[in-house]
């Protein structure tokens, strides 16, 4: 659905609604963030630097494998502008007694002082503690896992996305930090927001507790988006859930600007804000250097007009013989623009649907045909037992209309009904139905059906649960009642911060469940987190929502928790969280 106003829409046109972008100024100059001056004392949740604190920002670590793990830091505002080595220690107990591996390097201006490792050589399935230290001083303790080889028991981890700084504290993130006993948290984008302060801009509105954002205007420049990015770490709740886990980490569009793509964007004037390929390059950049992700070449982030390597973050995550984790790029490495939305407004919501029309149906990317070709061949090839799918958008249908696919009274596409959100794989039709077709086992050959796929979404604020099947409103086709027809399942959490629809709870939930039967949950309001537990038995998504996030607060709440068992690839309900592990390491001192 698309509001009146385009740019009072952010891409979740159903679900969110941002404020005017408004003029910024053209790509400055390539600058680092440690200019003086940038921190202002006191912004509510975020951590205050003492005169002369080299580690303001704290640590991170991310993309674990079996034997080896990223880990991140970030010199703040040395005063010599040449070379600074940093060194890293890593042992295997919280008081760092025990090293079992340790090394020194050096940062510089040209990274903006951040300074990442990949560290090798460790154990599979293993806790492990780090430190850095540079200019006399030591960074605080960290905490990181390997993955497992094998046969484990169990993979166990947290799933967030969409954190928009004014729109309130990070409660959620805290909740997740104090939990000892997961493998990783899985951030499926929009770490980051691009807006400013600025009357009309997206959550200038609400500025919970006196957030604002640092720099005050949008991002443009290379030097904004590392102050942006420099603002995030220095959140307490985000900063200590970095350095309690390894996060795995893809972006979706906020990392660069709202409803990009891989050669535009919504929230891009050239006129006032300069080429939009040296712009996401910038963002790019910024985003690989404040985060602990593994690059994939050495050129990642450069400018380019087509995908390439560079911009690569699709790629595999084995958990031995229990899951591969299948990490997609929906937003820049393939995807073409996204079609408008064509249909009548929704009265009372200012939004619109849209129909599945020629336009709708034509051949659009999502992927693009590397991603999409690499994808199917993990489909096809991966022997573990789930195949988890982490990606940014919602993959099943969402319709205001549902209707089977037959019929032809509100479309000329192929799949009946109206849909509500072309910035969702419902507006790249043809693209779906490849993946349905990769799944059931029709493409690539041999046939053969990929069984215990499970999806994981971010993006749209709010949180779901439902079986992905071709046509959930032919009965013929797919059963609500057993899940017969159902090919695989869908988990969407919800955001930390960033607002959902409302206005639209209680009413409009029922209404889309009755118009969308594949779906098993909805819920539209709440802000939080999923828990994501597999066994060789099963898989399932718990639903937690904070009480609050426009102040601190440490209450949250079980919402509900859905399963799939080993081969039947539909949900049911759970009647409780899964329960947690028995004994885990030690949190980070």
Known sequence: MTQDNKHSTDRRRFLKAAGATGATAALAACGNSSAPGMFK?????????????????????GDPLSDRVMLWTRVTDPAQSSSVPVFWTVASDPQM????????????AARDYTFKVD??????????????????????????????????DDLRFAVV?????????FNAYARIAERPDLDFVLCLGDYIYEYGNGPGEYGADVQAGGRVYEP?????????YRIRHGLYKRDRDLQELHRQYAFINVWDDHETTNDSFNTGAENHQPDTEGDWFERKAVGLQAYFEWLPIRQTSPGDGVADDTPNNDERTFRT??????????????????????????????????????????????????????????????LATSTARWKIIGQQIMFGQLKFVGLPNASNLLNAGGQGGQFINPDQWDGYLRARERVWSAIRGGQPAPAVAVDNCVVLTGDIHTSWAMDITEDPNNIAAYNPVDGGGSMAVEFVATSITSPGLDELQGAGDTGLLTQNPHMKYIELSQHGYVIVTATAERCQGDWFFVDDILAPSDG??????????????HLAEATEPHAARDNPPALAP
């Open 41 to 61: 004392p006191g912004t509510p949740g975020l951590v205050d630097p003492d005169d002369g604190a080299v580690f303001v920002h704290g640590v991170a670590s």
């Open 97 to 108: 007694s025990t090293v079992v591996a340790s090394g020194v390097g050096a940062t510089n």
């Open 119 to 152: 560290v090798t050589g460790l154990s599979p399935a293993t806790t492990y503690y780090y430190r850095f230290g540079a200019l006399g001083q030591q960074s605080a303790i960290g905490r990181t896992k390997t993955l497992p080889t094998g046969s484990p």
């Open 161 to 169: 996305s969409c954190s928009s700084f004014p729109h309130g504290f």
């Open 216 to 224: 005050e205007n949008e991002m443009v420049s290379l030097s904004d």
């Open 317 to 378: 995550f084995q958990i031995g013989d229990l899951a591969d984790l299948i990490m997609l790029d929906t937003r820049l490495y393939g995807r073409e623009e996204a079609p408008e939305a064509n249909g009548a407004p929704i009265a009372n919501t200012g939004f619109s649907t849209f129909f599945d029309s020629g336009d709708v149906a034509e051949d659009r990317q999502l992927l693009g045909q590397e991603q999409e070709s690499w994808f199917f061949d993990q």
């Open 556 to 569: 949250e709440s079980f919402a509900t928790g859905w399963f799939t068992t080993d081969g039947d690839n």
